[in-house]
């Protein structure tokens, strides 16, 4: 009896909620499965707990981030990975990381290529050295909250970017708990190499110590928008759309050549000089010495070679040579 009204209380499950059924219709809840609320029905302290319809113990069920395995490792380095789809306009990116220690100094990152130096990660969230899991913001990490990890615990990780604005928001949460918001509004790194899309994450961890982390869920949106010519501001050439096409941005006029994008003046080539031509040497005849006196002139005077050497003295024969080797002119009478 409640107020004058005939109430019969429900107890569904036996513990998952309290419903009162009245006289007059009505049908309202009274507990949402507090055991602790005022009216809601007791159970026994034997230690046993709460028994399901069959009047049998229940186990609570086991969490299913207990057991889980990592998909991807991360050991004093980076590993990088590239999505299946460009995000252009906006990315909601979801991730199950676990640190392997306390103080781990490890990172979750996204960025517009792959991610081989911190300077390539626009976002990173990260485990710190402190003990808590914090942001990059521009050209610092921060939070708008605190909140510390634990080693061998699995963290869910969601990251909603804004690509065009290059702003992100994080939250983070206990593996199958709700999660908080991070961070809202941080900017992308201030010196990434990111233009007009993300493209591929990352995980990082220092000192040897693992990152354990799950293939994340990518949800990527927006087109890539083509670049012109004239948005390019370039005049002649063949440059990139930046959507994997190619531009068709003229030629030059005669006498011009394209570089970077621009008609200059090409350079007037100039033949190199023809070298000299050298001297014809002069013709040289040579002569046979003869060597028996038969074949002579009759007019020549000629003494045998062992005849000279001997009347010179610095006029040595080879050695080991005959004295006698030959015949040569000496002189030719005068005509």
């Known amino acids: 009896m409640i107020d004058g009204k005939f109430c019969v209380r429900l107890g569904l499950f036996g513990?998952?909620?309290?419903?009162?059924?009245?006289?007059?219709?009505?049908?309202?809840?009274?507990?949402?499965?507090?055991?602790?609320?005022?009216?809601?029905?007791t159970s026994p302290d034997d230690g046993s707990g709460p028994s399901d319809p069959t009047g049998l113990p229940s186990t609570p069920p086991a969490s299913p981030c207990a057991s889980r395995a990592p998909d991807v490792r991360s050991s004093n380095g980076w590993r990088s990975t590239q999505s299946s789809q460009p995000a252009f306009d906006s990315l909601r990116f979801e991730?199950?990381?676990?640190?392997?220690?306390?103080?781990?100094?490890?990172?979750?990152?996204?960025?517009?290529?792959?991610?081989?130096?911190?300077?390539?990660?626009?976002?990173?969230?990260r485990f710190a050295e402190d003990g808590y899991i914090d942001a990059r913001d521009g050209a610092a990490y921060g939070s708008d909250m605190d909140f510390a990890y634990d080693p061998g615990v699995w963290y869910d990780i969601v990251v909603t970017a804004?690509?065009?604005a290059q702003t992100y928001d994080v939250e983070v949460g206990r593996c199958g708990e709700s999660r908080k918001a991070l961070i809202s509004g941080a900017a992308f790194r201030f010196d990434a190499s990111v233009s007009d899309r993300l493209t591929d994450w990352a995980v990082?961890?220092?000192?040897?110590?693992?990152?354990?982390?799950s293939v994340p869920t990518w949800t990527a949106s927006g087109n890539c928008a083509p670049a012109t010519c004239e948005s390019l501001g370039i005049d002649c050439g063949?440059?990139?759309?930046?959507?994997?096409?190619?531009?068709?941005?003229?030629?030059?006029?005669?006498?011009?050549?394209?570089?970077?994008?621009?008609?200059?003046?090409?350079?007037?080539?100039v033949p190199p000089p023809t070298p000299p031509t050298p001297p014809t040497p002069p013709t040289r005849t040579?002569?046979?010495?003869?060597?028996?006196?038969?074949?002579?002139?009759?007019?020549?005077?000629?003494?045998?070679?062992?005849?000279?050497?001997?009347?010179?003295?610095?006029?040595?024969?080879p050695a080991n040579q005959p004295a006698f080797f030959g015949w040569t002119a000496v002189s030719w009478p005068a005509t």
Do not use: Y
């Open 15 to 41: 513990v998952l909620s309290i419903v009162s059924a009245c006289g007059d219709g009505t049908l309202g809840v009274i507990d949402g499965g507090n055991p602790n609320a005022p009216g809601a029905p």
């Open 286 to 317: 040579c002569h046979q010495i003869p060597t028996s006196p038969s074949i002579l002139p009759s007019q020549a005077h000629i003494r045998p070679i062992s005849a000279i050497v001997a009347n010179n003295p610095n006029v040595k024969a």
């Open 95 to 125: 991730l199950k990381a676990r640190p392997q220690i306390a103080n781990l100094d490890g990172i979750v990152a996204i960025g517009g290529r792959n991610i081989g130096k911190f300077s390539d990660a626009a976002i990173s969230v």
């Open 238 to 269: 063949q440059p990139t759309d930046g959507c994997d096409g190619t531009l068709s941005c003229g030629g030059c006029e005669s006498g011009e050549m394209c570089s970077s994008g621009v008609c200059v003046d090409a350079p007037v080539s």
């Open 204 to 213: 990082w961890s220092s000192n040897g110590n693992e990152l354990g982390a």
């Open 162 to 164: 804004d690509v065009l």
